[in-house]
C-alpha cells in the first residue's frame, strides 16, 4: 500500500471515530454551542436525573483523618483487654490476617491495652474517650459505626479505595461524582472544595496527593478545588497590574467565543470544562476574599472552635472555613487533616492529634446547628482504616505503638438524615474483628449518596465501553444509620 493510500485509511479512520465521538456527545450533551446556550452547556450533564428522591442533606463536610485513629484508644473500648496485657494476640482471633511490613518480623504480638479512660455520655451512653472531652459533649448528636471495614491494608490504597471506591488511582473521588450527579448550588464557588491541615502530627507521614480529589474521567470541572494553607488561598485572585475588571471581562468572552468555535468543529466535551472553568475563576476573584473573611465573625464563634482558628491552614480554621462553604452552599467540602499515622509513641501522638481536632469538630457541629445548617447538612468523620489491638514494637505501661488494621475501625456520622445517638455495629474482645452489623466501606458510601438523594447504583458513567460508579458493583445503604 502506498503512502497515499495509507494516509487515506488513517484519515478514514480518524473521521469515523470523530463521528463517533461528535454523535455520543450530541445525545448526551446537545448539539452546538450559543452564547444563549452556554449557561445549559455548562449544567452537570448527569444533573436532570439527580436526584432520585427527596434528599435529606443539600451537602457534605467530610472530616478525614489521614493515617488512621486507633479506634480502641478513642470509641471502642476493650476494657477486658487489661487482664491480657503484654499475652500474644491468640492465633484464634489473628485467624492467620496479612500483616504490613512494619510487623511481619514480629516475633510475638503483645496485646496492648489503650491507656486511656472512657465514659458514657448523654442519654445514648456512648462510650468516648477522655481524648475527646468535647465531641463527648454532644454525643446524643452522633451515630458511632464501630464495624467499619476495608479491604487495603496500607495508606495510599487504602485512602484512594475510601475516596474513589477503587485501590488503583484514576478513578473519580467521591466528591466529583456528587459535583457531577447534583451539579453546584453556589455558581460563584466549585462544589467541590478540598483543605488540608498538619497539626502536631509528624511532617513526614504519608503525604495526600491531588488525584485523591480529582475528576478521573468524569469532566474536568468536577474535580476539586484545593485551597492553599499559605497566602491566597486560591492564586491569581487578583487581576494584573493595568488589568481592569472591564479589560478581564472583554478578554474571557473573546476567549469563550474562540472555544465555542472549536467546541462546534470537535464536540469535545473537554472544551465546554475548559469555559466553565474560565468563568468560575473569574467570579471566585470576587466570592473567595469574601469567604475567608472572618473578622465580622462575632468573638464567641471564633473563641468556639479553639486558639488556632485565626491561623490559615489549621484545622481550626478550615472547620470555621468549612461552615463558612455549608453557608454558602458549596455541595462537598472535605477536610483532610495528616498526622494519625501511629506505629510508635501513640499515646503521646494521639493527644496531639485530639488537640488539634477534638475541639473544632464539636465547634463546627454546634455551629452548623445553632444556625439551623446541621439539618441538611451531613458530618463525616473517619480515617482509612483501623489499628491493630497489639504493639508494633517495644510495650510499656506508658508507651506503644500500633500497626494498621483494615478488619475494624470506627467513623461517626452526625446531621442530616443520620440517627441521633446510636452505635452501630459491635467488634470482638481484642477489637480485632467484627461481630455485628459489617459496614463495607462501598456500603459508607453507598449510604452518603443516599443522604444525598441519589440511588448509588444509577449514578454511572461509562468509560471505555464499561459503566463506572463510586460503589462498583458493590455497596448497600446501612439502614441502621439513617432516618
Not at 500483616?99 to 491507656?115: H, I, W
Not at 472583554?250 to 469535545?268: K, P, T
Not at 462575632?298 to 486558639?307: A, C, I, M, N
Amino acid at each position: 500500500m502506498s503512502g497515499h493510500s495509507m494516509f487515506n485509511v488513517q484519515r478514514s479512520l480518524f473521521n469515523v471515530q470523530d463521528s463517533l465521538n461528535r454523535r455520543a456527545f450530541l445525545k448526551h450533551g446537545g448539539a452546538g454551542v450559543s452564547t444563549a446556550a452556554l449557561g445549559s452547556l455548562l449544567a452537570s450533564p448527569a444533573s436532570a436525573s439527580f436526584p432520585n428522591y427527596a434528599p435529606k442533606a443539600k451537602r457534605i463536610i467530610y472530616l478525614f483523618q489521614s493515617g488512621a485513629p486507633s479506634q480502641m484508644d478513642l470509641f471502642d473500648p476493650k476494657p477486658q483487654m487489661e487482664k491480657h496485657r503484654g499475652e500474644d494476640l491468640p492465633a484464634s482471633i489473628r485467624m492467620g490476617q496479612r500483616l504490613t511490613g512494619m510487623t511481619s518480623g514480629q516475633k510475638t504480638f503483645p496485646v496492648a491495652p489503650s491507656m486511656f479512660k472512657f465514659a458514657k455520655h448523654g442519654q445514648s451512653g456512648a462510650e468516648i474517650s477522655e481524648l475527646m472531652p468535647h465531641i463527648s459533649k454532644l454525643a446524643d448528636e452522633l451515630c458511632f459505626i464501630r464495624s467499619m471495614h476495608t479491604e487495603a491494608i496500607n495508606h495510599d490504597p487504602a485512602i484512594t479505595f475510601c475516596q474513589t471506591g477503587s485501590q488503583l488511582a484514576g478513578r473519580p473521588s467521591i466528591g466529583s461524582w456528587l459535583s457531577y450527579g447534583l451539579g453546584s448550588a453556589n455558581r460563584d464557588l466549585p462544589a467541590y472544595v478540598v483543605l488540608t491541615s498538619f497539626g502536631t502530627g509528624r511532617r513526614e507521614d504519608q503525604p495526600l496527593y491531588d488525584r485523591l480529589w480529582s475528576s478521573g474521567f468524569l469532566p474536568t470541572q468536577h474535580q476539586g478545588v484545593k485551597f492553599r494553607n499559605v497566602g491566597d488561598p486560591v492564586l491569581y485572585l487578583s487581576d494584573p497590574g493595568g488589568v481592569s475588571r472591564g479589560t478581564r471581562r472583554g478578554m474571557l468572552d473573546e476567549l469563550a467565543a474562540l472555544n465555542q468555535r472549536d467546541h462546534a468543529l470537535f464536540g469535545d466535551p473537554e472544551i465546554t470544562a475548559r469555559i466553565s472553568q474560565y468563568e468560575m475563576a473569574f467570579r471566585m476573584q470576587s466570592s473567595v476574599p469574601d469567604l475567608i473573611d472572618v473578622s465580622k465573625e462575632p468573638k464567641h464563634v471564633l473563641e468556639s472552635y479553639g486558639p488556632e482558628v485565626t491561623k490559615p491552614g489549621t484545622y481550626a480554621a478550615n472547620c470555621l472555613l468549612a461552615r463558612r462553604l455549608a453557608e454558602r452552599d458549596v455541595r462537598f467540602i472535605q477536610l483532610f487533616h495528616m498526622g494519625w499515622d501511629h506505629h510508635g509513641g501513640l499515646p503521646n501522638a494521639i493527644k496531639g492529634q485530639c488537640y488539634d481536632t477534638d475541639q473544632a469538630t464539636a465547634a463546627l457541629i454546634r455551629d452548623l446547628k445553632q444556625r439551623g445548617l446541621l439539618d441538611d447538612t451531613l458530618i463525616v468523620w473517619g480515617g482509612e482504616f483501623g489499628r491493630t489491638i497489639y504493639s508494633q514494637g517495644s510495650l510499656s505501661a506508658t508507651a506503644y505503638g500500633r500497626d494498621h488494621h483494615p478488619r475494624c475501625f470506627t467513623v461517626f456520622m452526625a446531621g442530616a438524615g443520620v440517627k441521633k445517638g446510636v452505635t452501630y455495629g459491635e467488634t470482638d474482645d481484642y477489637c480485632y474483628n467484627i461481630t455485628k452489623d459489617p459496614v463495607h466501606v462501598h456500603d459508607l458510601n453507598a449510604t452518603i449518596l443516599h443522604l444525598l438523594g441519589i440511588n448509588h447504583e444509577r449514578l454511572t458513567f461509562q468509560f471505555q465501553g464499561r459503566d463506572y460508579r463510586l460503589t462498583d458493583i458493590h455497596g448497600n445503604v446501612v439502614k441502621g444509620v439513617v432516618v
